[in-house]
């Protein structure tokens, strides 16, 4: 089982590089710029996470094949790009795949060190989401998908759930982590598919209505 971990952990490294050096290519950055967006999409949710839980070295310190598979990862689309036209559903598709990975290890990784469960999600969501946080605001870009109305943050967090409750009910592990993985993707395809947004916060919209009902009110 850890092997299968490791493995999907590295396939969540480069699906994240991949994404992270295509919002570079969007962005014409340099191929500095695109190795530096893929390696902090990759493993900055999971630097976090490990600082956040006194871990240190970081993963990627003791085990320098993460970065390398990043870095590749990052290199090959710069140099692929140009030739072919990544489609935007591929794209979604693999960064859907990729929160779906880090999610689950990252609660995996909380767990083993006996964080609550509560932690141990709000860690694996960080883990997913973390990298491309921080990648969005050292590109400067508008706001960051995490905090925008999409729901990013939300299908792992509600996915990362979904393995507490499975692990809990002792499913098989490799069961566990594949029905949660699939829980993360299809709520996050789901929501680019059908536009399934989180609420916004309008101070001025709620204003406009709570006028409207005083004013009803004052006619009656």
């Known amino acids: 089982m850890f092997s299968v971990i490791y493995y999907l952990d590295l396939f969540g490294v480069a699906i994240f590089a991949i994404t992270g050096a295509l919002v570079a290519e969007q962005q014409q950055l340099n191929i500095l710029g695109v190795l530096v967006s893929a390696i902090l999409t990759a493993v900055g949710g999971g630097t976090l996470r490990d600082m956040l839980l006194g871990e240190t070295p970081v993963f990627w310190i003791q085990d ?3 970065l390398m598979i990043a870095a590749i990862a990052g290199f090959s689309v710069y140099f692929v790009a140009p030739y072919y036209r990544f489609r935007g559903r591929v794209f979604l598709l693999a960064d859907a795949v990729g929160l779906a990975v880090f999610t689950i290890i ?6 083993s060190i006996d964080v609550s469960l509560v932690n141990a999600v709000l860690l694996g969501t960080l883990t997913g989401v973390g990298g491309g946080g921080i990648r969005d605001v050292l590109l400067g870009r508008r706001l960051p998908l995490l905090l925008q109305q999409e729901l990013y943050a939300t299908a792992a967090f509600l996915g990362g759930w979904i393995y507490i409750l499975l692990d809990l009910s002792a499913f098989p592990s490799l069961i566990a982590v594949l029905i949660s993985m699939l829980v993360v993707i299809s709520i996050r395809l789901a929501a680019i598919h059908w536009g399934l947004r989180l609420p916004v916060f309008r101070i001025q919209e ?5 006028t409207q009902i005083r004013t009803k009110n004052a006619i009656e």
Do not use: D, E, H
């Not at 990252?106 to 767990?111: E, H, N, R, V």
């Open 64 to 66: 320098p094949v993460y």
């Open 106 to 111: 990252g609660i995996q990784k909380a767990i």
């Open 206 to 210: 709620t204003n406009r209505i709570l």
